[in-house]
């Protein structure tokens, strides 16, 4: 028995050390509920690697956190000779081994004990943000959410009315027909049905706005699809953001074309000044005819407008 004793304790001393010179190396794995991270695991444990015991913890305090009927003071702790469970009712929450117990420098009933503690805190945390009072409270932002929506498309269909009236209202104070040359381009009247078609679009445009926050709003009320509204929240913004990025990007490159852009256009005049230079006479070349001067200054201009848009779309 004494060599027996022994050799277990000489065991017991191999593994701390081992676990020590490991431990600066390990990070473990955190046990993550609603977020909220409880405490690590460092072993595997019947086959489980922490990973897989993180998540099945997680799993059993999210269940339990659900119920109405919710007791987190009868959590309690359960012993046998290779394992310590923490127990409520008949349902296994965690399980916990000489192995976890050495890798925090304790023996596994006072883990399970310390453990015991924050488990029993987060599921009184999750009793009352799962409670029927919480639920009604949700059931009331969710209506009043609706509410608010309904009372915000009244509006704006009340201003599309009113700027409508107003627009015809200026058909015949305001509006005056658009004309070119003697041409009648846009009368009044079809000045204003483009307004009102305008003003139309731009009353769906505010609408479709106002539900791209309102939408996520109503996910955000309720735990369970909470996830579902920042991952619609993330739809929106991120192409909003790559656009703003693009935008930014594309800031150098649109200075070299203002500058491409300029340094053409004003190299065409140079040009075309010199052509009627040499068409009027006033400007000779030996060998070059002025009936050649536009012909050849047209040329020109099409190379120069061809090396500005290879310059600027390589």
């Known amino acids: ?50 990973l897989q015991r993180a ?12 119920r109405f009927t919710l007791h987190p003071d009868s959590v309690y702790i359960e012993s046998s000779d290779i394992v310590t469970d923490l127990m409520y009712g008949n349902k296994v929450i965690a399980s916990f081994t000489d192995q976890d117990g050495l890798w925090e420098g304790r023996s596994r009933e006072q883990l399970a004990t310390d453990k015991r503690k924050i488990v029993v805190q987060k599921l009184k945390e999750l009793k009352e943000e799962h409670s029927l009072w919480q639920l009604g409270k949700r059931i009331l932002y969710f209506v009043l959410v609706l509410a ?12 599309f009315r009113k700027l409508k009236v107003r627009i015809l209202r200026l058909k015949d104070t305001k509006i005056r027909p658009v004309s070119i040359q003697g041409y009648e381009l846009l009368d009044a009247q079809k000045q204003a049905n483009l307004l009102v078609f305008l003003a139309g679009i731009g009353r769906y445009i505010l609408m479709g706005l106002q539900l791209l926050i309102t939408i996520p709003l109503i996910f955000i009320i309720f735990p369970q699809t909470e996830g579902l509204a920042y991952r619609i929240l993330g739809y929106i913004w991120n192409p909003i953001r790559g656009i703003f990025v693009g935008i930014i990007d594309y800031i ?63």
């Open 252 to 314: 150098p490159k649109l200075f070299t074309i203002i500058i491409i852009w300029y340094a053409v256009r004003y190299l065409v005049r140079l040009v075309h000044y010199l052509a009627r230079e040499i068409e009027a006479g006033r400007l000779k070349f030996n060998g070059f005819y002025p009936d050649w001067a536009m012909p050849t200054f047209h040329i020109v201009r099409f190379l120069l407008y061809a090396f500005m848009i290879a310059m600027i779309y390589p």
């Open 55 to 66: 998540e099945m913890i997680d799993a059993a305090i999210m269940q339990l956190g659900k």
């Open 1 to 50: 028995r004494l060599k027996a004793f022994a050799a277990d304790s000489v065991k017991l001393a191999q593994q701390r050390a081992r676990i020590d010179s490991l431990r600066q190396f390990t990070p473990g794995v955190p046990v993550v509920v609603e977020g909220d991270t409880l405490f690590y695991l460092y072993t595997k444990r019947g086959g489980y690697t922490p």
């Open 148 to 159: 608010g929506q309904y009372l915000l498309f009244w509006l704006t269909g009340w201003l």
